[in-house]
């Protein structure tokens, strides 16, 4: 079949037509990407602050020393377990790939705990938060000594990881909140030094209490080594409940806007809605997906170190622990200077701080080869002096960096977001192909080709993110500057608070976005009527609202409180309640059955579920009538009806409708009206999304026109009327309507 000449030309202007709208819509999101000046980025361009005035500031140093402890007690058996990782196999009778397994997947169920912890310390005091957790790990390390098989040992090491968990969502967020943006580098810096201290200690301690207690023909001696170290953490763990709870996000507010605004009656964020918007902090991401790449190195490396040092050059436990004693000397060296000039280069320039932490591991793969193939121990060790210094030089760097991007009220959640995803595509990942080819291919192979190449990637990764985080913290800077805006207009007029506010809100699906800079009021009592043509974003903005979805930037408040990362669940309760466009209702139930599932939140008290299906078939007398027939053999129209009944069982604050015209006739679109305009001249508030300037205009206060997800009118609905050019976009525009 041959095409005309005509209908080829016709085709190939629609496809340019379409091109050229999408390249216009990422043209105009990216017109609308924030970025401030560097000084007014939190923590960039201010003076310089001396560590001990920022633990003055801070309150003191109990906070900080308390989580340096059970943080290098932590580190302290950790080591442990990479010392004595061939004693171990050798008691219970395991292979190098099944000791290494263990090894790495320890660091995985790290995972497991963090995103309960991280969850927990966005909503509750964070110091019984750690006091807790750390007596649990004590027990966990204990038990690890006693334990009688390698699926015993596994089980222990599954309690350790878990209760272990605390340690980076819930001590960064702490630290982050209580000590100054300008020290954040050397309190990073010196938890890391004490932490690689007790590592340094930690072989020859262990080494040692392993010699001692395994006598003339003894192998058990690493149990003892489990015995004892869990109890400093026990003590330890008694001072973490009498820690303060500091104000969250005291120092971005100080810094960015003067004063700390207090929220004294925060709602709980939804997981599902943190994770999705710390997903779109492209800094983080890209972090997150370095550093992924990278465990699978990370997390292995350190047991099959310790099993090629014995079987390549036949060293003891207490031998291997003085090897890898030195290069942690140096590595604390190191960090001596690497805190003072982290919060220095963070304040000239925070995208260096990036690009420093991805060349430092990218760097640090090419050592790796060398150290691996030096004759004798003594090369060995000299060998991995740079590596190393390289490598927890950049790890001190990351944790501080991306405090400052995250979210305050998402702190917990954001460290645990990247354990999730590093510990279980990194440390699972890397464990199974130890587990899989270690006792083939030997240690020193097994360790080249899983950390030389994904350490290369990782590293990549990093510099290439760097160009990100000024954009991430701007938004930051925006956020913070419309609470204080918000807090302002409070205290001027603190009796007229809108029932709902939007505010700077972009949204996207994927990477399309559709919905830039969303912002309006929808007052008490008033009807809002939002229109715009298909496409427009209208749906996608009552989602946001409702939760269904979650905006990469912006604010969302009910009544003043902020909801933006809320539960649909949670907002349902507060009285945000949706009718959907389209059908309802659950056809194959009667109206009755339909509405009775409607107040199924209010089962336990009968009595006000009567209350509440009497004041609907009040307000719907139709329904009373025809109770007991099928949903489905209802007209179009009176589906709508039940569905507009069941949303109103919820006794909405706010109701949202979303075409509520869709696909019905026009009488029974009039019927409709008429209870929608009693509800309004009742008082309810109502954000009513509409195809028709007519309907939507005859039971609306205000009206708000989007197109191609920006706000082009607000005003009201006389107002509207006289705009002739909105009028030709909803009726004859060519996205339909």
């Known amino acids: 079949m041959t095409v005309p000449d005509s209908s080829a030309s016709s085709a190939a202007a ?21 970025l401030f000046a560097d000084d007014l980025l939190p923590g960039v361009g201010s003076e310089e602050l001396s560590l001990k005035r920022g633990l003055v500031m801070g309150g003191g140093a109990a906070t900080f020393v308390v989580l340096l402890v059970l943080n290098s007690l ?34 995985a169920f790290v995972v497991l705990g963090a995103v309960p912890m991280g969850w927990l310390a966005d909503r509750y005091r964070r110091g019984p938060i750690i006091g807790w957790s750390s007596i649990a790990f004590s027990g966990f390390v204990f038990l690890s000594g006693i334990a009688v098989n390698a699926f015993a040992f596994f089980w222990a090491r599954f309690g350790v990881g878990i209760a272990k968990a605390n340690t980076i969502p819930v001590h960064s967020s702490m630290l982050a909140d ?3 943006i300008g020290v954040r580098g050397r309190i990073g810096a010196i938890t890391a030094i004490a932490g690689r201290g007790v590592a340094v200690i930690s072989p020859l301690l262990v080494g040692l209490i392993t010699e001692i207690a395994n006598g003339p023909g003894e192998v058990d001696g690493w149990r003892w080594a489990y015995y ?22 005291q120092w971005e507010k100080e810094d960015v806007l003067g004063e700390v605004i207090e929220d004294h009656d925060p709602l709980p964020p939804s997981m599902e809605s943190a994770f999705a918007r710390l997903w779109q902090i492209r800094t983080l991401r890209g972090v997150i997906i370095g550093f992924s790449a990278m465990g699978f190195g990370i997390f292995t490396a350190p047991f099959l170190e310790s099993i090629f040092l014995e079987d390549h050059f036949g060293l003891d436990s207490l031998d291997r622990g003085i090897a890898k004693t030195a290069g942690g000397i140096f590595v604390m060296i190191a960090l001596i200077y690497v805190g003072p000039r982290f919060d220095k280069l963070y304040r000239k320039d925070p995208a260096l701080v990036v690009r420093l932490v991805g060349a430092l591991i990218f760097s640090s793969a090419f050592l790796m080869p060398v150290q691996y193939f030096m004759p004798n121990v003594a090369g060995f060790v000299i060998a991995s002096i740079p590596r190393e210094v390289m490598l927890f030089t950049a790890f001190a760097m990351v944790v501080p960096m991306l405090q400052s991007i995250l979210p305050y009220r998402l702190r917990g959640l954001g460290a645990a977001l990247g354990t999730l995803y590093i510990f279980f595509t990194g440390a699972l990942g890397g464990g199974l192909i130890a587990l899989m080819f270690a006792d083939a291919w030997g240690a020193r192979t097994t360790v080249l080709v899983l950390s030389v190449p994904t350490t290369l990637i990782g590293g990549a990764l990093m510099m290439r993110t760097a160009k990100f985080i000024k954009s991430d913290l701007s938004v930051v800077v925006q956020e913070l500057q419309e609470e204080l ?24 699906y994927g990477k399309v976005q559709v919905l830039f800079d969303i912002g309006f009021d929808v007052k008490r009592g008033e009807s809002l009527a939002l229109l715009g043509t298909n496409g427009a974003g209208k749906s996608t903005v009552l989602r946001v609202i409702s939760g269904l979805g979650t905006p990469s930037r912006g604010v969302v408040r009910h009544h003043g409180r902020t909801i933006t990362y809320v539960s649909p669940e949670t907002r349902s309760r507060l009285g945000i309640q949706q009718l959907p466009g389209g059908s309802g209702v659950f056809s194959e139930m009667t109206v009755h059955q339909n509405l009775i599932m409607g107040a199924y939140k209010h089962r336990n008290d009968r009595s006000d579920v009567q209350r509440r299906l009497d004041r609907v078939t009040e307000l719907f007398p139709l329904l009373g009538e025809r109770e007991g027939e099928l949903a489905g053999n209802l007209s179009g129209g009176q589906q709508q009806m039940l569905a507009l009944a069941v949303t109103m069982l919820n006794e909405p604050d706010v109701l949202l409708i979303d075409e509520l015209s869709l696909g019905l006739a026009p009488t029974v679109v009039q019927e409709l009206l008429k209870h929608v305009d009693t509800l309004r001249e009742a008082g309810q508030t109502m954000i009513i999304v509409e195809q028709s300037i007519n309907i939507a205009l005859a039971i609306s206060d205000r009206a ?34």
Do not use: C, H
């Not at 629609?14 to 924030?34: F, I």
């Not at 805006?485 to 996207?508: G, H, T």
């Open 14 to 34: 629609l496809a340019a037509t379409v091109l050229d709208e999408e390249a216009a819509r990422v043209e105009a999101g990216r017109a609308e990407e924030v």
């Open 228 to 249: 004892i170290l869990g109890v400093p953490v026990m003590i330890a763990a008694l001072a973490a409940f009498r820690l303060k709870e500091p104000t969250r996000g």
């Open 178 to 180: 209580t000590y100054p």
């Open 74 to 107: 932590d580190e302290l058996q950790a080591s442990a377990f990479a010392i004595l990782a061939p004693d171990i196999r050798d008691t219970f009778g395991v292979g190098d790939g099944t000791i290494t397994f263990i090894g790495a997947i320890s660091s």
């Open 704 to 737: 708000i026109f989007l197109e191609k997800g920006q706000v082009r009118f607000e005003g009201s609905a006389a107002e509207l009327l006289e705009r002739d050019d909105i009028a030709r976009a909803v009726f004859l525009g060519d996205e339909g309507g």
């Open 485 to 508: 805006a918000e807090s302002e207009r409070r205290k001027q007029d603190p009796d007229d608070v809108p029932a709902l506010q939007i505010n700077n809100i972009d949204f996207s």
